[in-house]
């Protein structure tokens, strides 16, 4: 995600004959990747050298886990506020976002989904990979339109779009995972 998504946007942006912003494009994948990517890191080995794996695990991240709900519930809400009254006084502007982004979703998780059955893999591997694979990362795309574009522009009113397709598909997609598990399973016994 690191190395990809500034030249897969640039590029983008250049498909569609639109100005590429490349400062804006490193600013945007410094701050809301790398930046957190690299405290996480040197967060986890620096408490795990303090406290240990054990403490780690069973204090630190039952600690940590309300405060990233929060925060996505915060964000979250502040997105729905903005750009609130574009979605409930245009809903059909809504609709025609909504259904690439849903098949676009559904393609990459059955794609991902059955390839990981093809290769064999197990349950546990396939399940994430294929949930990852269809995740749209939304969270970098909001701050990346909203960098680039402003928060009232078109762009951003589709990343929250995004969010608003993305979260009930994946969480259909997770059930459909714990559904379809035995295939996987059955390939183990083989």
């Given at each position: ?18 100005p590429v ?6 600013l945007?994948i410094a ?8 405290a996480?890191?040197y ?11 054990e403490?780690f ?18 964000t979250?809400v502040l997105?729905?506020?903005?750009k ?14 909504a259904?690439?982004?849903?098949l ?21 591997d ?15 795309a909001?701050?990346?339109?909203t ?6 522009s ?13 979260v ?7 059930w459909?995972c ?7 399973r059955?390939?183990?016994?083989m």
């Amino acid at each position: 995600m690191l190395v990809l998504y500034g030249p897969l946007g640039g590029f983008l942006l250049g498909v569609g004959r639109i100005p590429v912003p490349w400062q804006a494009l490193v600013l945007s994948i410094a701050i809301y990747v790398a930046l957190p990517l690299v405290a996480g890191y040197y967060t986890r080995k620096w408490i795990i050298r303090a406290k240990g794996v054990e403490w780690f695990r069973e204090k630190f991240l039952h600690v940590l886990t309300p405060v990233t709900i929060i925060a996505l519930l915060t964000t979250l809400v502040l997105l729905f506020s903005f750009k609130g009254e574009i979605i409930t006084s245009k809903p059909l502007t809504i609709l025609w976002l909504a259904i690439p982004l849903f098949l676009q979703t559904m393609l990459i998780f059955w794609i991902t989904y059955g390839l990981a059955k093809v290769l064999r893999l197990t349950y546990e591997d396939a399940a994430p990979s294929a949930m990852i694979g269809a995740s749209n990362h939304f969270e970098v795309a909001i701050a990346t339109a909203t960098l680039l574009f402003g928060l009232s522009s078109g762009a951003a009113l589709a990343t929250v779009v995004g969010v608003l397709i993305e979260v009930p598909t994946m969480l259909w997609l997770v059930w459909i995972c714990k559904k379809t598990a035995y295939w996987f399973r059955r390939e183990r016994a083989m």
